[in-house]
């Protein structure tokens, strides 16, 4: 099929290579003219286990081509999807002006029947907005389609490959057929494409990362109470997660969720709702909650140290908001530090992706290393924000010896209490006991 991805973000150049990668001609396009120059020189703009070598490969085959002429690209092509951001607005409704320009954009370039499908995560109703739009520039037939993305970054290749499920929002039968084709490639294995109306498919992104936010949630809630009452969160989320009704998926406490999803999508629901007349007390907890937990590893080392950090330095591994990306949008890093720095503390940190990221937010304010070990020499404590592989097995001696003090405050609870205790380390964690360091191991 010929295929037009307008918007080559994360969503917009994953999905438009892994449509490549099944055969079709895909066109990329953008308007910004210095990410597209990249793109043709094999330069990938965003961190995504192997996403540049599907890139290659289907560029050098022909199927994957970046440009920024949209309408000789909308004119080659039967399918346009738009995937361009929806930045939050400060109430928490999603802007649209960006859709909205390119779906005018499509209809001024039309030349014949299209299929304009939504890809950008937009509320309830966005469909019929780009309805009118379109309307507005063609006399030619046309069908929107809502057609939300599942993609997790540092998996986002695997999630477009092998999905879970296709939701596939319609209103016009003659569309799904189409649909169904395009994307068979990817659920040969059983996983199901379902069909429905356009506006439940729009308001199934919302709900599914929703679910997902509280979940994280609640177990970081049921954290906080574990230090109060004595209880071990890693044996409540053990004994939790057995229950198939649950699972144990989204069931790790930590420092808080980040990204460019969940805290948007959140805010994006809530804001629909109170646009009905309808408050979503859950969904609002979620985002006060995590806005607080985002705070609690600070607290954690105002505790111990006291208010004032002054004189104080802290190491700190990882920056991104998870692993196996480079992302730092709403990164519960950002808030860590910035809380270490306004105690009057310095920080010395190190992520194996997050770096440039890390430079265009903090600038001189905190100094970036080359590796975690160098981040904690010499440091009143280490802080755990990210829990990137590389920092699963340190070697604990090299690491007790270098640092001034040997503190850890894990956010991710990536070791054992009992293990770092034994090892000499004064370790703090999320809703787990926090044991005194051994003498014996230094």
Not at 81 to 95: N, Q, W, Y
Not at 171 to 176: A, C, M, Q, S
Not at 266 to 286: P, W
Request: charge should be neutral; glycine fraction near 10%.
């Amino acid at each position: 099929m010929k295929i037009c991805m307008i918007g080559t973000g994360y969503v917009g150049l994953v999905a438009g290579t892994c449509f490549a990668e099944t055969g079709n001609d895909v066109i990329c396009v953008d308007v910004v003219e210095r990410k597209i120059k990249m793109l043709n020189k094999g330069v990938i703009p965003i961190y995504e286990p192997g996403l540049k070598e599907l890139v290659d490969r289907n560029t050098s085959k022909g199927r994957l081509t970046f440009t920024t002429d949209l309408d000789k690209a909308v004119k080659a092509s039967l399918i346009n999807f738009i995937a361009v951001g929806t930045p939050p607005g400060e109430d928490g409704s999603s802007d649209l002006t960006h859709v909205l320009e390119v779906a005018r954009a499509i209809g001024k370039a039309m030349n014949g029947y299209k299929v304009i499908v939504d890809k950008s995560t937009v509320p309830v109703g966005t469909a019929d907005q780009v309805r009118e739009a379109v309307s507005q520039e063609t006399k030619h037939q046309f069908d929107v389609v809502s057609n939300p993305e599942f993609l997790k970054e540092g998996a986002a290749i695997e999630d477009s490959m092998r999905p879970d499920r296709v939701v596939i929002g319609v209103d016009n039968p003659r569309v799904e057929a189409l649909m169904k084709d395009l994307y068979s490639p990817f659920v040969r294995t059983g996983h199901p494409v379902i069909v429905m109306d356009v506006r439940s498919a729009e308001m199934t992104k919302y709900a599914s990362n929703a679910l997902l936010a509280a979940k994280i949630t609640f177990m970081n809630e049921m954290a906080l109470l574990c230090e109060k009452v004595g209880a071990d969160v890693n044996f409540v989320r053990q004994g939790v997660g057995s229950d198939l009704r649950i699972g144990h998926q989204f069931l790790f406490p930590g420092v808080g969720f980040g990204g460019s999803c969940f805290p948007k999508d959140i805010k994006a629901l809530a804001h629909t709702a109170q646009s009905h007349g309808m408050t979503l007390r859950i969904i609002e907890a979620v985002e006060e909650v995590n806005e607080r937990q985002k705070m609690l590893m600070t607290g954690k080392v105002k505790a111990h140290f006291g208010d004032n950090l002054k004189g104080k330095t802290f190491g700190v591994w990882g920056l991104s908001f998870k692993p196996r990306t480079d992302d730092m949008r709403e990164a519960p890093s950002i808030v860590i530090v910035n809380g270490i720095l306004e105690a009057g503390g310095k920080v010395r940190a190190y992520d194996p992706q997050a770096m440039d990221e890390a430079r265009k937010i903090f600038g001189e304010k905190i100094t970036l290393v080359d590796d975690e070990y160098e981040a904690a020499h010499g440091a009143n404590a280490l802080l755990i924000i990210t829990e990137w592989n590389e920092f699963r097995e340190p070697n604990f001696e090299v690491l007790r010896n270098s640092m001034k003090q040997p503190i850890i405050f894990d956010g991710r609870n990536i070791y054992e209490p009992q293990k770092m205790a034994a090892l000499g380390f004064h370790y703090f964690s999320i809703g787990r006991p926090t044991l005194a360091p051994q003498n014996s191991a230094g």
